[in-house]
């Protein structure tokens, strides 16, 4: 049997969660080498051949281990991860929140990253991999790209539902993520009986506007304080003193040169995305271009997504830029006849210079004000219409009819949803939607429900406070172990 060399990219060790995988791939393999990017770099599992390191590759452009010695990259490795470029670099803003780097910089770091990762898999014979959270920044995402172009078998978990506790979705590849759903639902009759973790979704959906285990002013604070930590004064006041400090021989390093030309562009970028920030649309610019919704109109709605966040970079595709999928709706708002409610997230707190007014230029579509109840637009739209969005969730339990944007979606196989790449299919959706042939009810609903209930894995993101009471770590453990070894198919 082939020697099992697994890579772990880890998103925790709160409650031992690596420990178990890495004893339970040990009971299923003689012989498995593991390697882990941990956040805290944790020396454990000594019984066991596992090496750690730090996860700073992961998210970061310039961490001075992507500066040790790696492998040259050839031409064809490059030409085959051309489709994967794209979004890498666009993840690579992730590190400041805000698009401040010149193309050429963002070149050079997608090639360091990409021998890096290239490194790491050649010299350690990397076969399998476990994404503990969706590959969703730059390092991680370019990882997430070698292993499909190499071929190598992996595994997705992906936090998506939240109801007092997250729930996860697997993969193989972001593609493929609720497929096993999707086939579950197929071969459900009746009405089964979903559980109290699903029932609590059903409910939200049914009496609120949002689905979160937190209240949206909190999370808001949350949003406000992780976009502004990065670049606060007491943050920069504190590369300033560790830059004077390197540079005096204070702070003992193994590369000096490396660290100082580290600090100083960490204190560059900084400095830039404070600059940058001034020129951001903010909720304040948002508000003065928003309209109330006319009585009895025929819309769309259409829900803004948080960015930079994992629902449009990775799993939106194409669709990243919503404006895109927007623009698609507007151009056939007239011949079927409908407005388009943009309603902002209620945690973005701005956007790109100049988006607001772009929305606004768009042929029949209307801001709506955030303080608008997301349920009762639901309720009283056309359809809905995301890419990847919980709203989509929301549509199917409130049963109304949804386009999703973008080859690969979460809920995929729901019965109101209607997948779109193209101008031809989006007509053919609306085309279906308007003349009522997307029919469904309470039962399919229950069905879909079950189906996910089934499907999931219980989990936790950042803190256990997030797992659902249900949650055991070894039970979850082992369903990802089992889908990494055996597949979809025998899940």
Not at 100 to 122: A, G, H, P, S
Not at 168 to 194: C, H, R, V
Not at 398 to 413: D, Q
Request: proline letters at 3%; glycine letters at 4%.
């Amino acid at each position: 049997m082939e020697k099992e060399n697994i890579l772990i990219r880890s998103n925790g060790n709160i409650d031992g969660i690596n420990e178990e995988l890495v004893r339970l791939l040990n009971s299923r393999r003689s012989e498995v080498n593991v390697l882990i990017y941990e956040w805290n770099h944790l020396n454990i599992n000594s019984a066991y051949n596992v090496k750690y390191y730090r996860a700073r590759p992961l998210y970061t452009h310039d961490c001075l281990e992507l500066n040790e010695n790696t492998m040259p990259i050839d031409g064809k490795l490059l030409e085959s991860m051309l489709p994967y470029k794209d979004m890498a670099m666009e993840l690579m803003k992730r590190e400041t929140h805000y698009d401040v780097y010149e193309r050429k910089y963002l070149e050079d770091v997608y090639y360091k990253q990409v021998k890096y990762w290239n490194t790491t898999i050649e010299k350690n014979s990397i076969n399998s991999i476990i994404f503990m959270v969706l590959p969703h920044l730059c390092g991680d995402y370019i990882l997430y790209a070698l292993a499909r172009v190499k071929g190598i078998n992996m595994v997705l978990v992906y936090p998506q539902l939240m109801n007092k506790g997250n729930g996860s979705f697997l993969g193989k590849s972001l593609e493929n993520i609720g497929d096993s759903i999707q086939k579950a639902y197929t071969n459900i009759k009746g009405e089964p009986t979903i559980n109290e973790y699903m029932m609590g979704i059903y409910n939200n959906a049914l009496s609120t506007k949002v689905m979160s285990y937190k209240s949206p002013k909190a999370l808001q604070k949350e949003t406000i304080k992780m976009f502004h930590n990065a670049t606060g004064n007491k943050v920069v006041l504190n590369d300033i003193k560790r830059i004077i400090k390197i540079k005096l021989n204070y702070l003992k390093m193994n590369d000096k040169k490396g660290s100082l030309l580290y600090y100083k562009r960490l204190l560059y970028t900084r400095l830039k995305a404070r600059r940058y920030e001034h020129r951001m649309d903010h909720l304040d610019i948002y508000q003065k271009l928003c309209e109330f919704p006319g009585k009895d109109e025929k819309y769309v709605y259409f829900p803004l997504q948080m960015e930079p966040e994992s629902s449009l970079i990775p799993l939106a595709g194409a669709f990243k830029n919503q404006l895109i999928a927007l623009e698609m709706l507007s151009y056939y708002s007239e011949k079927y006849n409908y407005k388009i409610y943009i309603k902002e997230h209620y945690v973005q707190i701005n956007r790109s210079p100049g988006f607001y007014e772009k929305l606004k230029a768009l042929k029949n579509v209307c801001l709506i004000d955030m303080n608008q109840n997301s349920l009762e637009l639901i309720r009283g739209s056309f359809c809905v219409a995301s890419q990847t969005g919980n709203c989509l969730l929301e549509a199917l339990i409130n049963e109304k009819p949804a386009i999703a944007f973008g080859s690969g979606y979460t809920f995929k196989g729901a019965p109101n949803i209607i997948n779109v790449i193209s101008l031809s299919e989006l007509d053919e959706a609306l085309e279906r939607i308007d003349n009522n042939s997307v029919i469904f009810d309470s039962n399919d609903v229950k069905r879909y429900l079950y189906a996910i209930q089934k499907e999931m894995v219980y989990s936790y993101v950042d803190s256990l406070d997030e797992a659902y009471k249900d949650y055991n770590k070894c039970d979850t453990v082992e369903r990802i172990v089992n889908y990494l070894f055996d597949g979809a198919n025998n899940y």
